[in-house]
T-cell receptor, first 113, second 113 residues
Framework: NAGVTQTPKFQVLKTGQSMTLQCAQD?????MYWYRQDPGMGLRLIYY???????DKGEVPNGYNVSRLNKREFSLRLESAAPSQTSVYFC????????????FGPGTRLTVT | AQSVTQLGSHVSVSEGALVLLRCNYS??????LFWYVQYPNQGLQLLLK??????LVKGINGFEAEFKKSETSFHLTKPSAHMSDAAEYFC???????????FGQGTELSVKP
């Protein structure tokens, strides 16, 4: 089992460029999440997908879109990157009804110049 | 609304000393509580969780935490710190019926030789 995988690991964008962060899990989890981590602020939820075919906004959704492609994959898209989106992005998954512990990917470190 | 407060963004202990990382939560409903650890340039790994069974919860690497409802606390302890414990630690809370995690700001633990 690879668990939760994320690509790419690192990315540098210029302001206004777009990109998609990919996430996949092989644990047959029904729920998937995207967080951003900034110093002193912990992890903040951007979007989540409680089940295949549904997505909902989290705490900081502005500037992002998501797609739950299938049960395994959940992508995060930045349509027009801004310096304020410089952060480390984590994808996570869990199976609701099983204590709600989430399993995290290794993260994508994004810098927007 | 739920929230989590971690007291102290940075804690430094000597090797062999007691580790105490503080977490207080607010929740209008019985919560599930978690401690995660993040080693440098890695994702988050679950240390332990409280899901309404025993109030004293034992986790990996010798860590434990006690759920105290009267104090709305879930402090993390380890009797004897090891150099390998140096990392950032996050406390998180979720409602039992929903899978979204609310994270604290994180506490960076340093261990001095």
């Amino acid at each position: 089992n690879a668990g939760v995988t994320q690509t790419p690991k690192f990315q540098v964008l210029k302001t206004g460029q777009s990109m998609t962060l990919q996430c996949a899990q092989d644990m047959n989890h029904n729920s998937m999440y995207w967080y951003r981590q900034d110093p002193g602020m912990g992890l903040r939820l951007i979007y989540y997908s409680a089940s295949e075919g549904t997505t909902d906004k989290g705490e900081v959704p502005n500037g992002y879109n998501v797609s739950r492609l299938n049960k395994r994959e959940f992508s995060l898209r930045l349509e027009s990157a801004a310096p304020s989106q410089t952060s480390v992005y984590f994808c996570a998954s869990n199976h609701r009804g099983h204590s709600y512990e989430q399993y995290f990917g290794p993260g994508t470190r994004l810098t927007v110049t | 609304a739920q929230s989590v407060t971690q007291l102290g963004s940075h804690v430094s202990v000597s090797e062999g000393a007691l580790v105490l990382l503080r977490c207080n939560y607010s929740s209008s409903v019985p919560p599930y509580l978690f401690w995660y650890v993040q080693y440098p340039n890695q994702g988050l790994q679950l240390l332990l969780k409280y899901t309404s069974a025993a109030t004293l919860v034992k986790g990996i690497n010798g860590f434990e935490a006690e759920f105290k409802k009267s104090e709305t606390s879930f402090h993390l302890t380890k009797p004897s710190a090891h150099m390998s414990d140096a990392a950032e630690y996050f406390c998180a809370v979720t409602r039992r019926e929903g899978g979204k995690l609310i994270f604290g700001q994180g506490t960076e633990l340093s261990v001095k030789p």
